[in-house]
């Protein structure tokens, strides 16, 4: 059985008839499930993440500071 459509003017009435059959069907699933449990609360939230990336970066410069001072330093000739 191949479905064409459009190439019939009873093929509109069935299209109709099935989108109705699944909007109802979709309906009545949905009053039927249980309803779902709350989200769980956060465990830590984006300040305490941001705050660590800092902490990281910070580190990383004063690292970086000490690796180039020197090199920097030495061409001044104290």
């Known amino acids: ?5 459009g190439s019939s003017s009873s093929s ?17 699933v949905e009053a039927h499930s249980p309803a779902s449990a709350p989200a769980p609360a956060p465990t830590s939230d984006g300040t305490s993440i941001d ?3 800092a902490y990281v970066l910070m580190l990383l410069a004063l690292v970086l500071t000490y690796l180039i001072h020197p090199l920097d330093a030495s061409s001044y000739g104290f």
Request: proline fraction near 0%; glycine fraction near 16%.
């Open 12 to 28: 509109g009435g069935v299209i109709g008839v099935v989108l109705i059959f699944a909007l109802l069907f979709a309906i009545v």
């Open 51 to 53: 705050q660590g990336i």
């Open 1 to 5: 059985m191949a479905v064409c459509f």
